[in-house]
């Protein structure tokens, strides 16, 4: 708590554009890159575990309960 109260706002010393150019900003989403691709590719491969946990949970809830439909999809929905 204490460290949170001792924080300051560092002095701002970057020159904002207001309406920069579609191009000046394609250029500095490029200089990014690096950065940007390895985050959205863990976003994309989280999705992907996502969909398929919903895809495969109703058969194996299925199968090793021994559950009916409608037990299933009360369960999925609430997940």
């Not at 109260?5 to 309406?19: F, K, Y």
């Not at 575990?49 to 999809?73: C, E, H, K």
Request: glycine share 8%; net charge positive; hydrophobic share 50%.
């Amino acid at each position: 708590m204490f460290a949170i109260l001792a924080m300051r706002e560092p002095i701002r010393v970057g020159i904002t554009h207001q309406n920069p150019r579609v191009r000046d900003a394609w250029l500095e989403l490029w200089h990014y890159r690096a950065r940007i691709t390895p985050l959205l590719g863990g976003m994309v491969m989280a999705e992907l575990a996502f969909g398929a946990a919903y895809v495969w949970a109703a058969p194996a809830l299925s199968r090793t309960f021994n559950l009916p439909p409608d037990r299933i999809g009360a369960i999925m929905g609430s997940g």
